[in-house]
Each structure stands twice: as structure tokens, then as C-alpha cells.
């Protein structure tokens, strides 16, 4: 059994409103009931692409292994979706990235590291406004019947990760997203949806920061507290991480773990 397993094993107990517990894994001889988890997962990466952006993005892709972990154990058919925080580009605002036919990664995905490593690595030359939560709801809605047909599948749990060095700059209040995403799942669903977040929080504390040497004088430095972000994954039970960490490989497997 893994390391990030060993660790992370006892929170699996709360990550679904299952009645049935099967026995997964038998740690040191003891039984570790978990509850039924989900049978299909929908995970949407919003990753932001402006110019500091570079060192985060080649960390980030760096996880994927870690990220399906837990998926890959439980036997999850998950699907893996990844589009920017850029809201002006024509080529953007929701869509997803990655050539046809490879925009979405599913276990049977040829090379499906390779492809997460490629589709993660988004550039640094979209917009230095970051929306977030509005790339997000274009990608699930706008974008659904089109561009990104097939990924959001209506039996399938949905997970939002956000990553950025920047806080959100959408317009809408985090208690009118947080109800817009769920919405997307129905209102006897609405717990079928979650956000974790990777950006601008004190690795001591946990709470949203500058971090990394960001200041006034060194803007492209580190990142900049991301309060809004932190509030939708309080409020939806996600991971709240800091991006200013120095690798992202047991972050991201806690992400996948929750998704």
C-alpha cells in the first residue's frame, strides 16, 4: 500500500452519504471499512494561465499519479477535464484544453499521464484578470453541449479544482457560485459536488495569505491571498492547499482523494 494511502486511508470514511460498507484494504492487519464510494467522477481543472504562472504549472503536472491514486484503487470511472482562468480569449472562456480527442482523460486514455502532463502545462499568456469561478461555470454550461461535450455526465459526482497564484476576479458573490454549481447536479444532488483549491494560503495556518514572498514590491513573486477560492472549498467540504508549497504531489492526491 502506498504512502499517500497509508495517510489518507482514515478520511475516506467520510466521503460518502452511502449506507453500505465494504472492506477495501487491510492495513497492518486491521480492517478499514469504507463507505461505497462514487462509481463515476467528473473532475474539472481550472488552471490559471497568466504570466507567473510556469514553476506552478510544471509541478502541477507532475501529480497525476498521485491524483488517481485513490481512483485507481476503488475502481472509479473518472473523467479529467482542464481549461484556464482566461475569460477574454475567443479560444478560451470555458473551453477545454488538449488536442481532439484528448481532452478528456479517462483510465483507458493512451499515455494518460502524458496527456495530464501536456493538457496541465496551459502557457502564461492568458488574461492577468483571472475569473475562475466564471471559467468554470462557462466550461460546465456554455460549453457542455459543444466544445466539451461528454464530459459532464449526469450519474457522475462533480469536482472542481482550482489552481492560481491570484485571487478570483469573478463578479458574482461565493455564496451565489457555490449554489449555481450545485444546481448543475440538481437540488436533490446538491451534494454531489465539491471544489478544492490549490492558491494563496499560508502552508502554516491554512488560511488565505500571501505566501511565497508575494508584497507590493514583488508581484510576480509567490501568490496572493485567495480568499474567495478558500470560501468555496470550505463551504463545499474540499481541499484548501497552498500553491506556494515546493511540490504539489501529496496536494493533489489529497484533491483526488476528496474528489
Same mark, same amino acid.
Given at each position: 500500500?502506498?504512502?499517500?494511502?497509508?495517510?489518507?486511508?482514515?478520511?475516506?470514511?467520510?466521503?460518502?452519504?452511502?449506507?453500505?460498507?465494504?472492506?477495501?484494504?487491510?492495513?497492518?492487519?486491521?480492517?478499514?471499512?469504507?463507505?461505497?464510494?462514487?462509481?463515476?467522477?467528473?473532475?474539472?481543472?481550472?488552471?490559471?494561465?497568466?504570466?507567473?504562472?510556469?514553476?506552478?504549472?510544471?509541478?502541477?503536472?507532475?501529480?497525476?499519479?498521485?491524483?488517481?491514486?485513490?481512483?485507481?484503487?476503488?475502481?472509479?470511472?473518472?473523467?479529467?477535464?482542464?481549461? !484556464?482562468?482566461?475569460?477574454?480569449?475567443?479560444?478560451?472562456?470555458?473551453?477545454?484544453?488538449?488536442?481532439? #480527442?484528448?481532452?478528456? @482523460?479517462?483510465?483507458?486514455?493512451?499515455?494518460?499521464?502524458?496527456?495530464?502532463?501536456?493538457?496541465?502545462?496551459?502557457?502564461?499568456?492568458? $488574461?492577468?484578470?483571472?475569473?475562475?469561478?466564471?471559467? +468554470?461555470?462557462?466550461?460546465?454550461?456554455? *460549453? @457542455?453541449?459543444? *466544445?466539451?461535450?461528454?464530459?459532464?455526465?449526469?450519474? +457522475?459526482?462533480?469536482?472542481?479544482?482550482?489552481? $492560481?497564484?491570484?485571487?478570483?476576479?469573478?463578479?458574482?458573490?461565493?455564496?451565489?457560485?457555490?449554489? &449555481?454549481?450545485? &444546481?448543475?447536479?440538481?437540488?436533490?444532488?446538491?451534494?454531489?459536488?465539491?471544489?478544492?483549491?490549490?492558491?494563496?494560503?499560508?502552508?502554516?495556518?491554512?488560511?488565505? +495569505?500571501? /505566501?511565497? #514572498?508575494?508584497?507590493?514590491? !514583488?508581484?510576480?513573486? #509567490?501568490?496572493?491571498?485567495?480568499?474567495?477560492? *478558500?470560501?468555496?472549498?470550505?463551504? !463545499?467540504?474540499?481541499?484548501?492547499? $497552498? @500553491? /506556494?508549497?515546493?511540490?504539489?504531489?501529496?496536494?493533489?492526491?489529497?484533491?483526488?482523494?476528496?474528489?
Amino acid at each position: 500500500m502506498s504512502r499517500l494511502l497509508s495517510l489518507l486511508l482514515p478520511l475516506a470514511l467520510v466521503l460518502s452519504a452511502c449506507d453500505e460498507e465494504v472492506a477495501l484494504i487491510q492495513p497492518l492487519g486491521v480492517d478499514v471499512l469504507f463507505q461505497n464510494p462514487p462509481t463515476q467522477v467528473d473532475i474539472l481543472l481550472v488552471v490559471d494561465d497568466s504570466c507567473s504562472m510556469q514553476d506552478e504549472q510544471d509541478k502541477l503536472s507532475e501529480g497525476f499519479d498521485a491524483f488517481v491514486e485513490f481512483f485507481d484503487v476503488a475502481d472509479v470511472d473518472y473523467q479529467i477535464g482542464v481549461t !484556464t482562468t482566461d475569460m477574454q480569449a475567443p479560444t478560451a472562456r470555458g473551453r477545454l484544453v488538449g488536442a481532439q #480527442g484528448q481532452r478528456i @482523460i479517462r483510465r483507458e486514455t493512451p499515455d494518460a499521464d502524458e496527456v495530464f502532463r501536456t493538457n496541465v502545462r496551459v502557457g502564461i499568456d492568458g $488574461s492577468p484578470f483571472e475569473r475562475g469561478f466564471d471559467a +468554470a461555470e462557462a466550461a460546465l454550461t456554455d *460549453h @457542455i453541449d459543444g *466544445h466539451n461535450l461528454g464530459f459532464l455526465r449526469d450519474d +457522475a459526482l462533480l469536482s472542481i479544482i482550482f489552481v $492560481s497564484d491570484e485571487e478570483d476576479a469573478s463578479i458574482s458573490p461565493v455564496n451565489t457560485m457555490v449554489n &449555481q454549481f450545485r &444546481q448543475l447536479k440538481g437540488e436533490r444532488e446538491r451534494d454531489a459536488f465539491n471544489a478544492s483549491v490549490l492558491t494563496g494560503i499560508d502552508p502554516e495556518t491554512g488560511e488565505p +495569505a500571501d /505566501c511565497g #514572498g508575494r508584497s507590493p514590491e !514583488t508581484p510576480n513573486v #509567490g501568490a496572493s491571498a485567495g480568499a474567495r477560492y *478558500h470560501d468555496l472549498a470550505l463551504q !463545499t467540504g474540499g481541499v484548501a492547499a $497552498s @500553491i /506556494c508549497e515546493d511540490e504539489f504531489n501529496d496536494i493533489v492526491g489529497r484533491m483526488g482523494l476528496a474528489s
